[in-house]
């Protein structure tokens, strides 16, 4: 009996020693797949468009005493989805590629307490969906949203009471 388990032993160690080996030589023997295939070439794009740079300045001169100023940001990051089942996937599927103009974030508790779009003066109806989640997004987080014209030209105290902030003097 005891020979019995000792050779059952040693037969699982075998098994298990030549499993290793075999795995090893699989993943070190096969060159890793390439991350671009060939022929394709990527390049550094601008992350904002000259307008965007703008109200982007001007936004961070009229907070500058209260947020910290973040832009093209994932919605999906700075909310959180508590739910059951497959209504937490449908939930995040809608959110998901969708990002918000800017962000200003609370130094303090790091949390999003208002959000900045640019609004488009004649949105496709993709763009129309895309804004209705994100604001049904924002409203259900309690998040305020302030809309701006890109065509509009604004100041910095424009915008400081447009976002609730005292305007300097």
């Known amino acids: 009996m ?6 059952a032993a040693a037969a699982a160690l075998l098994v298990v020693l030549w499993w290793s080996v075999a795995a090893t030589r699989k993943t070190s ?37 209260y947020y910290l100023v973040f832009t093209q940001v994932p919605l999906w990051s700075f909310v959180s989805v508590k739910a059951m089942g497959k209504a937490r996937s449908q939930v995040l599927s809608h959110m998901a590629l969708k990002r918000v103009d800017f962000v200003l974030v609370h130094p303090g508790s790091r949390q999003v307490e208002q959000v900045v779009q640019i609004e488009d003066a004649s949105p496709r109806p993709h763009q129309a969906e895309r ?30 009471v447009m976002l609730g902030l005292e305007a300097d003097e």
């Open 29 to 65: 023997g096969q060159p890793l797949s390439p991350v671009l295939p060939p022929g394709v070439t990527i390049t550094s794009t601008p992350l904002l468009t000259e307008t965007d740079v703008t109200l982007y300045n001007l936004i961070r001169l009229a907070v500058q005493d």
């Open 2 to 7: 005891e020979m019995v388990l000792i050779g």
């Open 131 to 160: 804004q209705r989640v994100i604001e049904s997004v924002l409203d259900a987080a309690g998040i305020k949203l302030v809309k701006v014209r890109p065509q509009k030209s604004y100041t910095v105290p424009d915008l400081a």
